[in-house]
């Protein structure tokens, strides 16, 4: 049986200032990057043999970074857009705050969308050639893909994913 592990990138930039990212771009924060080796120093004991990554910066150098860690070729690392972060519309460089409704404003790519583009990406996951597969992604996306791994974990704001730390899900 495949495992499935899943890791959000290190703290961004904009995630230690409280701010959507979503599709912007935004480099790691220093405290990012060390996540990032701690992360790779546990990936060690793992024997990943693929990983998937999204394509937006953030989580490609938390992924390059674990695979000099674990010895695991850069150059191998799959990039694939299944995996980038959900697009949250106006919401883009604005602060955070507990009160915003993120559903109703105005170009957020929704939860039903999400949902179903993370199912395709599991559909692809089941398919590759590997059995220990590390998924370097984001966390709204994390948590449309756990609701379809794991599907007595729903989707939902509360139960948020933590930068930078491998989850096994399978």
């Not at 060690?44 to 990983?51: F, H, P, S, T």
């Not at 990554?53 to 694939?80: F, M, W």
């Not at 949902?115 to 948590?143: C, D, M, Q, W, Y």
């Amino acid at each position: 049986m495949k495992k499935l592990y899943y890791i959000r990138h290190g703290l961004s930039v904009m995630n230690k200032r409280g701010i959507f990212a979503g599709s912007t771009e935004t480099p790691l924060s220093k405290e990012g990057r060390a996540q990032a080796r701690e992360a790779g120093k546990q990936a060690k004991r793992l024997k990943i043999d693929y990983i998937v990554c999204s394509p937006q910066g953030r989580a490609v150098e938390t992924a390059k970074i674990i695979a000099k860690a674990i010895g695991y070729p850069l150059d191998k690392i799959h990039i694939n857009s299944f995996f980038v972060e959900r697009h949250f519309g106006n919401l883009e460089g604005q602060p955070h705050s507990p009160d915003i409704d993120i559903e109703s404003s105005a170009n957020v790519e929704t939860v039903d969308t999400m949902l179903k583009r993370a199912k395709k990406a599991l559909k692809f996951l089941e398919t590759l050639p590997a059995e220990n597969i590390l998924v370097v992604s984001h966390g709204s996306f994390g948590r449309a893909l756990r609701q379809h791994v794991l599907q007595d974990f729903p989707f939902d704001n509360i139960n948020k994913l933590p930068n930078a730390e491998i989850l096994q899900w399978l």
